[in-house]
Nanobody, 126 residues
Framework: QVQLLESGGGLVQAGASLRLSCAAS????????MGWFRQAPEKEREFVAA???????GNADAVKDRFAISRDGAKKMVYLQMNSLKPEDTAVYYC????????????????????WGQGTQVTVSS
């Protein structure tokens, strides 16, 4: 059984940085494509960043030059480094995973992922 546990959220001021972590257990992490999504109050959940098991990455345009996703296979962890945070980044951030055979493939749609964490709240004050 695959479980994902996010951590690292909190309340920060605009311009600050945070690093979110996602710990994976169960399954074969080395074959997981991983993603981060977020959901702001009264909004749809949206794609933030993703990484293939081979290390290829993609970011949403809204965070392209500020956020970076990475993974550590030995620790079975995925990270989201968030810099220059803005109030509009306030949301619950979710980690997601899916098993794939493609080394370079990462995914940007919710329905492409099988496993989800419970989320971690990020609040950015102005």
């Amino acid at each position: 059984q695959v479980q994902l546990l996010e951590s690292g959220g909190g309340l920060v001021q605009a311009g600050a940085s945070l690093r979110l972590s996602c710990a994976a257990s169960g399954g074969t992490f080395s074959r997981f494509a991983m993603g981060w999504f977020r959901q702001a109050p009264e909004k749809e959940r949206e794609f933030v960043a993703a990484i293939s098991w081979g290390g290829w990455t993609g970011n949403a345009d809204a965070v392209k030059d500020r956020f970076a996703i990475s993974r550590d296979g030995a620790k079975k962890m995925v990270y989201l480094q968030m810099n220059s945070l803005k109030p509009e980044d306030t949301a619950v951030y979710y980690c997601a995973a899916v098993t794939t055979t493609a080394r370079t493939s990462y995914y940007v749609r919710e329905n492409q992922y099988i496993y989800w964490g419970q989320g971690t709240q990020v609040t950015v004050s102005s």
